[in-house]
């Protein structure tokens, strides 16, 4: 573990999604530097099994230990459902995921304390938030729903269009009879459609964005920890960006996230680690 | 090389959509044993680089060869564009890809000489369907387009669906415009909406589905070479189901795809070869 301030902080995902909570962290903690790995040669992992994504996530973790950062945020709900507790058991570095801010922001601004939550397969099947938000409180309602098909409407760029709608109305029906006030964005694409969700749950219902949570709890770790980075020195540009799988889909993709556009994305072999 | 007309057909795909490939084979050539690797760890491949896909086939084909498979079907169509010709030059087997037979009879089928062609964005990006077409008769006239949603739609079991017969016309709508007469079914998925895209593309369109003539192309090899099986012996279960994650999924979508269920799959580390 490094004990060094101005060391950068790893934060990894699937693929692109994570970019999102990249971006929360730049905006929130602007002199910390980022190493951010996209694994975009085995993406998606929401479809895959718990072994497998804690093997990916073993793999990553030790890449970006090399790359000597001082912490690790896992950007992606789906390792962070299922690989956290194991990382954070072999690896000696703070490591935090998404789950726990998303959750315990929507414990708070629950009013009739149904609380939904939506995802890919992996995150919903795991029911991590509902046994997070239990040991919050027990009487807490959550109702999980799997929406696979939001991450293809995501990448397909289609945003703000009839068919996202259509699928929204289908998967949220559920949500909507059971009368959440609260919904959990449990998957690092869905800020990207959220105001198509929005549009569907109606205004009556908060949408939780644990990326900007996440940033948050993240803030306040480094804080705790005396990890803080001082001002950025201006010479250099803070963030690096590796991948598994050097398509052009991600660079595309990140500089349509990102408030600058990102030229030097590097690949490396993630299964030699 | 094993000359041994007893050995099994190797067989692969990213991860399930392949197995519409084996499906024709088990149909077509009843006495011949196989081999099946799904790579559902890494799926899908459709949206990877060139470059992932051919040392992804490498690993896959080199698995296959220590199961003493005696020829290999690439039963996916991005393996096909992007990793046929590397995977040919470097091993000493025959391995036959899905991109061929199908559009060998595309060809022989068109009456207006339009053809169209559906895949994944690295399919289609890669224009192998058009090279290998215009090779054949430079004067056709070969329409591409990607088409992403459809794996996930399929995926989703959302087979007749008002949502998938939606998202069809929106990406369907250029081929009709162009008047094609013809279309491939260029992801070993889309069989599984045939009678969607069939009902949005109308009935002048012929659809062709390469998995049946790809089936049909092998048994001609395996012919040719001496390779063919005799009878199949009675007492053992002649097909063999490996994977490089085990995912719950692959079971259920196989046992909708196959005239059987699968009992076993077994779960190998593809990286290590």
Known sequence: ????????????????????????IMRNLPSEKIVYFGDTARVPYGSKSKDTIIRFSRQITRFLIEQK??????????????????????FDIPIIGVIEAGALVAAKETRNRRIGVIGTEGTIGSRIH??????????????????????????????????TTLVAARYLEELKQKDIDTLILGCTHYP???????????????????????ALELKVLLGDMGLLALKAEAEDFPYRFFVSDLAEKFKAFANSILPFDIAMTQKIDIEKY
């Open 69 to 90: 950062v001082k912490a690790i945020v896992v950007a992606c709900n789906t390792a962070s459902a299922f690989a956290l507790d194991a990382l954070k058991s072999e």
């Open 130 to 163: 509902e046994r997070f938000l239990h040991s919050i409180d027990p009487s807490l309602e959550v109702i999980g729903k799997a929406c696979p098909l939001f991450v293809s409407l995501a990448e397909e760029g289609w945003l703000h269009d009839p068919v």
């Open 1 to 24: 573990m490094i004990k060094d301030a101005s060391a950068p902080i790893g934060v990894f995902d699937s693929g692109v999604g994570g970019l999102t909570v990249a971006r929360e």
């Open 192 to 214: 990207l459609i959220r105001s198509t969700i929005a549009g569907v749950m109606g205004e009556g219902v908060r949408l939780v964005n644990p990326a900007y949570e996440t």
